[in-house]
């Protein structure tokens, strides 16, 4: 999570983390937020997995979240 509406900050650090590995996945962090929500949150078109949260449309800072999976070794 980053309190940054760069995209450099943001899903430009994902695509980096993200780039020549196939040991680490993307899960959804849009349902991850509709599922703790006490009510329901508006997270607009944005790309799917990843939230962006704005002060004019949520009361927040402008918070980022993606959530990264490690795959662990079997």
Excluded: Y
């Excluded at 994902?14 to 508006?42: C, H, K, N, P, Y």
Aim: proline letters at 3%; one cysteine or more.
């Amino acid at each position: 999570m980053t309190c940054s509406p760069h995209l450099a900050e943001t899903s430009g650090v994902v695509e980096e983390v993200l780039r020549g590995r196939d040991d680490v996945s993307v899960l959804d962090a849009r349902a991850t937020i509709a599922s703790v929500a006490q009510s329901e949150i508006d997270l607009g078109d944005g790309d799917g997995l990843h939230a962006q949260l704005w002060p004019h449309r949520h009361g927040t800072d402008a918070m980022f979240l993606a959530l990264l999976q490690k795959q662990t070794a079997t």
